[in-house]
């Protein structure tokens, strides 16, 4: 099974950014798929996620309503796209899938946001 995750990059405050997580291995569709971040000197924190069935998402307080998550069963590829991005919103971006094999994880995408 392997994550790929792509789409960081620098970007000023109020600006916009898509990730993108494609896998090989497993179908994403049938699991628990997500996003979180790490900051510098923090831990790793949840952003957004779909259920195992996609029947809904869940996204922390920080990012309702700015971020988006979702996904393109035929690519098996989900997606975040981040919008009116924060300095804050600095970090390395990972994708991870709960699988009954076990929780894998993308390699991870640095998102830089400039004041």
């Known amino acids: 099974v392997q994550l790929q995750a792509s789409g960081g990059g620098l970007v000023q405050a109020g600006g916009s950014l898509r990730l993108s997580c494609s896998a090989s291995g497993v179908t994403l569709g049938r699991y628990v798929t997500g996003w979180f971040r790490q900051a510098p000197g923090k831990e790793r924190e949840f952003v957004a996620a779909f259920t195992w069935n996609g029947a809904s998402t869940g996204y922390a307080d920080s990012v309702k309503g700015r971020f988006t998550i979702s996904r393109d069963h035929a690519k098996n590829t989900i997606y975040l796209q981040m919008n009116s991005l924060k300095p804050e919103d600095t970090a390395v971006y990972y994708c991870?899938?709960?699988?009954?094999?076990?929780?894998?994880w993308g390699q991870g995408t640095l998102v830089t946001v400039s004041s």
């Open positions: 991870n899938a709960v699988t009954r094999y076990g929780t894998y």
